[in-house]
């Protein structure tokens, strides 16, 4: 293994699903203190963030862990090739949206909560026709939510988050190709599937 493939495996690592809907709800989370102004905002991003962390990844990972024979050999494959994981990782989230939306306050951060969901239950559905990449499908459902919130709010919103979304989107497919995981075909079809969910929260919950 060369340097560029030791380089891409920690890139990898860095954008596990878990941590990319991590690294969202922070963003969700000082655009909606930013926005609103909110007296004490630091300790309400911290306690914010501490339980999002808490109850949307690590208590996933411990569970998948524990249901793995307590062993990381294998881990990560042994967790795609699972129903419950998905099911595990569909619930934490879940959790975590139903307590933040009783606070009622943004139903874009609402439906920024949302697509973690979504995209855990896609998995469920189509594996079994297509192969679903779980970190590039959130990847693009999150770039695509960001691209809806710089055309919603371009008036006050910077481009620049959709611009480091868009980088992060493209050293994440180009890791995974240097690792040659996936073929491109195979990643760009996730991407614009990631892209779909997006489309469908925002209408989903403009209906409703």
């Not at 960001?146 to 919603?152: A, E, P, R």
């Amino acid at each position: 293994m060369n340097l560029e493939q030791r380089l891409a495996k920690k890139i990898t690592f860095i954008f596990n699903p878990l941590f990319i809907a991590v690294y969202a709800f922070i963003f969700y989370l000082l655009l909606m203190v930013l926005f609103n102004g909110y007296k004490d905002a630091s300790t309400i991003v911290l306690k914010s963030i501490t339980l999002y962390i808490l109850v949307s990844c690590l208590l996933p990972i411990f569970i998948i862990y524990l249901l793995n024979d307590n062993s990381f050999q294998n881990f990560e494959q042994k967790a795609k090739d699972s129903n419950t994981s998905y099911i595990i990782i569909c619930i934490s989230y879940l959790i975590s949206y139903l307590y933040f939306s009783i606070l009622n306050i943004s139903i874009w951060f609402n439906m920024g909560l949302l697509i973690p969901i979504y995209v855990s239950i896609i998995p469920l559905i189509l594996r079994k026709q297509t192969t679903i990449i779980y970190e590039i499908v959130i990847m693009g459902a999150i770039t695509f939510y960001i691209f809806l919130l710089t055309l919603q709010f371009y008036y006050v919103f910077s481009i620049f988050p959709l611009l480091i979304s868009i980088f992060c989107s493209g050293l994440l497919l180009y890791s995974l190709q240097i690792q040659n995981l996936f073929p491109s075909n195979q990643t760009l079809h996730n991407y614009l599937i990631g892209c779909l969910i997006t489309i469908l929260i925002v209408l989903f919950v403009l209906i409703i």
